[in-house]
């Protein structure tokens, strides 16, 4: 069968949950001769080194998505200065996408595109390319834009319900994306619930091998916490939860790993006086060297659509401590993989059970392993989306 040709769409530089996502998406399809790729990104980075050095062929065209954060406040004038401040930005962003798209297209043409893949829910412009192009267009929802992120949509939320309805496939990364499209979304028939997939299957036995050391070092016991440092990923949380854990257990440690609004992080650890055990890796290439010396995750992000690093860290043999929202239920059960809290005093009580009972958190780490490799691997994850291209693209 000829690969399908597909043209991907991704709206950010780096190397974060989503683009690794389609990073593994990518080389893994165009390795097994199932898709010829070819990638669009709205900026230039890591991700698009990444996929010179896969010899994955690519191109910068700026484009902007249309889901924003928008904060109003003062009094009533105020607040009417603000929206219209935010409606010209929006219409602004409308005309960037507008030239971005003719470019887009004539790539895809050039390319013979024969789907139209975005890869994120905040790229609006997919819908509309495809269609131009008389394509088929799938939709990648890969988050909870309203829960976890407050965005409002460039033209009101009808907007985004109407491409959603235009779609001719969503690809939605958990039960919880596919609730949160259900107001606007009520027939499932398009949708696929694809998670996304971690580890190969030869990858995922290479990893067993390299996991007895950390439980053989009897030291402190290290909890992670890894992501974008955003309000949204709780890091300030995690921090202050540590603090009290410190207090009773002083033999643990955190790590936080990622760049992003670092200060209202390293300020807590400040004033904590937590600056000699909490330790600020940056931005981490390969998350697994950080994971190799730690005991456990901490994934204190509420509303996710599918964290693909408690997926990382199950694939480590690392236990995860997760807030009982979004989809984090559906990836770890309490007790059994690790622990799900609700309340600040219920991530202390777990982050101090699991520091208290090593050979329970290796048990539930070692849970976690057996859960990716009967669901999460990469080969399960090409599989469907390949099927998806096909059912599509049947010639």
């Not at 062929?57 to 406040?73: I, T």
């Not at 979304?185 to 995922?204: M, S």
Request: hydrophobic share 40%.
């Amino acid at each position: 069968m000829r690969p399908v040709r597909v043209l991907y769409l991704t709206h950010y530089a780096e190397l974060y949950g989503a683009n690794r996502s389609l990073l593994d998406l990518v080389t893994g399809s165009s390795r097994m001769g199932a898709v010829e790729p070819f990638v669009v990104l709205a900026a230039d980075g890591p991700m698009a080194a990444a996929l010179q050095r896969a010899g994955i062929g690519h191109a910068v065209v700026p484009f902007v998505p249309w889901m924003h954060k928008q904060v109003y406040s003062g009094r009533a004038h105020h607040r009417l200065l603000q929206r219209i401040r935010n409606r010209r930005a929006a219409h602004e962003r409308d005309r960037v996408n507008e030239e971005a798209s003719q470019r887009i297209i004539a790539t895809a043409k050039e390319h013979r595109a024969q789907v139209v893949h975005t890869n994120s829910s905040v790229i609006g412009i997919g819908g509309p390319i495809a269609r131009r192009l008389g394509v088929p267009h799938v939709w990648h929802i890969r988050e909870l834009p309203f829960l976890h992120y407050h965005f409002r949509v460039d033209g009101g939320v009808r907007r985004y319900a109407w491409e959603l309805k235009q779609a001719d496939a969503i690809i939605a990364l958990s039960q919880a994306v596919v609730e949160d499209m259900r107001q606007w979304l009520p027939a499932a028939e398009r949708i696929h619930i694809v998670p996304n997939g971690i580890v190969t299957e030869q990858g995922w036995k290479e990893r067993g091998s390299m996991i007895t050391d950390r439980w053989a070092r009897t030291g402190t016991f290290d909890f992670l916490l890894a992501g974008h440092f955003h309000p949204s990923k709780g890091q300030v949380e995690a921090i202050h939860a540590f603090a009290e854990v410190y207090r009773y257990e002083p033999a643990t440690r955190l790590h936080l790993a990622g760049n992003g609004r670092m200060d209202p992080a390293r300020e807590a650890v400040q004033q904590l006086g937590l600056n000699e055990v909490v330790h600020f890796h940056g931005y981490v290439e390969r998350i697994t060297d950080v994971m190799s010396g730690v005991h456990a995750l901490l994934q204190c992000s509420q509303h996710e659509a599918l964290g693909r690093i408690v997926l990382e860290a199950m694939a480590d043999g690392l236990p995860v401590i997760g807030h009982a929202s979004g989809a984090t239920p559906e990836l770890v059960t309490d007790g059994a993989n690790g622990s799900l809290y609700r309340t600040h005093a219920e991530l202390v009580e777990a982050m101090r059970r699991m520091a208290h009972h090593r050979s329970e958190a290796r048990r539930m780490g070692t849970v976690g392993r057996e859960l990716v490799l009967e669901h999460y691997t990469l080969d399960l994850m090409w599989h469907r989306i390949h099927s998806i291209y096909r059912d599509l693209c049947p010639s």
